[in-house]
T-cell receptor
């Protein structure tokens, strides 16, 4: 089945830096979701996007639903140690059922 | 706490043994899912249940069976475990199609090792 193209695969950053990651698809999506997975836990929903062009924030996190409806971006400002984890994008294709298609994840690592 | 509860958290099986992973949600969600997560491969859907009484195959169903026991519970069974089934298994649930809300709520996972 289709899998979203999520990049980068991993990131090493300094505390305080801003972070950007994105997901692209080959088809039009109606919904984009961003999740974070802490070590040993299940993914937790961070931000949900339902309209093309939508820009939504959750604290230091901001996500956008691309206007082409084939991509989405997640930005984290002023990263802190607890931002460490794996970030997943997920989306629902136009005209599909409610099943989600997932990206492979972006692993965020903060340099000591 | 409200959410998705999975048991057990850890399990070691010998090749050929069988076991059932349990999942229960208390959010009155209609839809439930079983995923497996392997390093570098993200989440892959094994089976899902759109509503009580229905189940369907996902991307990687071979070697697994499921039962939607009632609205709350969705179990995953490995009839004859193989080393390739070593993975972390996640159960998730979501509101029904058409509600406009598609976010899934995940359990904390079952770490299964088949030796």
């Amino acid at each position: 089945g289709q899998q979203l193209n999520q990049s980068p695969q991993s990131m090493f950053i300094q505390e305080g830096e801003d972070v950007s990651m994105n997901c692209t698809s080959s088809s039009i999506f109606n919904t984009w979701l961003w999740y974070k997975q802490d070590p040993g836990e299940g993914p937790v929903l961070l931000i949900a996007l339902y309209k093309a062009g939508e820009l939504t924030s959750n604290g230091r996190l901001t996500a956008q639903f691309g206007i082409t409806r084939k991509d989405s971006f997640l930005n984290i400002s002023a990263s802190i140690p607890s931002d460490v984890g794996i970030y997943f994008c997920a989306g629902r294709e136009r005209f599909s059922n409610y099943q989600l298609i997932w990206g492979a994840g972006t692993k965020l690592i903060i340099k000591p | 706490n409200a959410g998705v509860t999975q048991t057990p958290k850890f399990q070691v099986l010998k090749t050929g043994q069988s076991m059932t992973l349990q999942c229960a949600q208390d959010m009155n969600h209609n839809s439930m899912y079983w995923y497996r997560q392997d390093p570098g491969m993200g989440l892959r859907l094994i089976y899902y249940s759109a509503s009580e009484g229905t189940t369907d195959k996902g991307e990687v169903p071979n070697g697994y069976n499921v039962s939607r026991l009632n609205k709350r519970e969705f179990s995953l069974r490995l009839e004859s475990a193989a080393p390739s089934q070593t993975s972390v298994y996640f159960c998730a649930s979501s509101e029904a199609q058409g509600t406009g809300h598609y976010g899934y709520t995940f359990g904390s996972g079952t770490r299964l090792t088949v030796v």
